[in-house]
C-alpha cells in the first residue's frame, strides 16, 4: 500500500463545487454519526491495539482519536464565533504538538469517546437550524489568510470524521483485528 492511501485512505480532500441543501443534509448525518460510528470500531481495541500507529510515523490510533475530540471541539467553537461574529479571526492550534502532549499520547480513549458525544451532539443542533445565509458567513484562518465559509467547513468536517475513521478501520484490517 502507498504511504499516500495510507495517508488518505478516503483521499483527499476536495471543496466541493456545488453545494446544495441535500449534500448539506449529508454532510450533518456524517457529524451526526460520526461518535457512535468511532465508538463501535474502537471499544474492544487492546491498549497494544490502540497504541499502532495506522503508518509509518504516524498518529497511534489513541492520538487519533484524541485529536478528533481536540479537532471537533476547536470546529465547534470556529461554528459558534462565525454565527455570533462578523468575519472573526479565528485561533490555530498546532495539531501535530498537541497530539504529542500526555493526555493525547497516554490517556484512556474514553474521556474523548465521551467528548465527542457531547460536541457532536450540540454541533449538529447549530448545524441542523442554520438557514441558507447562516450556513454562508464566514471565519478567517489566520495561517494562510483564507476565509472559510461555514457550509465549506461543515464539508471539510464531514470529510474529517470519515478520514479519520478510515484510518482506524483500514488499520483493523491490515491487522486482522475485529
Known sequence: MTIEKLKYPIGKFKKPEEITAEIISEWISDITSF???????????????????????????????HHCADSHMNSLMRLKLALTENVPTIKPYIQNRWAELSDSKNMPIEASLKMLEGIHE????????????????????????????????????????????????ETKKRNSWK
Do not use: M
Open 122 to 169: 450540540r454541533w449538529a443542533v447549530l448545524l441542523n437550524d442554520l438557514s441558507e445565509e447562516q450556513f454562508k458567513r464566514t471565519f478567517v484562518h489566520p495561517e494562510n489568510g483564507n476565509t472559510f465559509r461555514i457550509d465549506e467547513n461543515t464539508a471539510l468536517y464531514a470529510w474529517h470524521c470519515n478520514h479519520h475513521l478510515a484510518h482506524i478501520t
Open 35 to 65: 461518535p457512535a460510528s468511532l465508538r463501535s470500531e474502537v471499544n474492544h481495541l487492546s491498549n497494544d491495539q490502540l497504541d499502532t500507529p495506522y503508518r509509518t510515523d504516524g498518529w497511534t490510533i489513541r492520538q487519533v482519536i
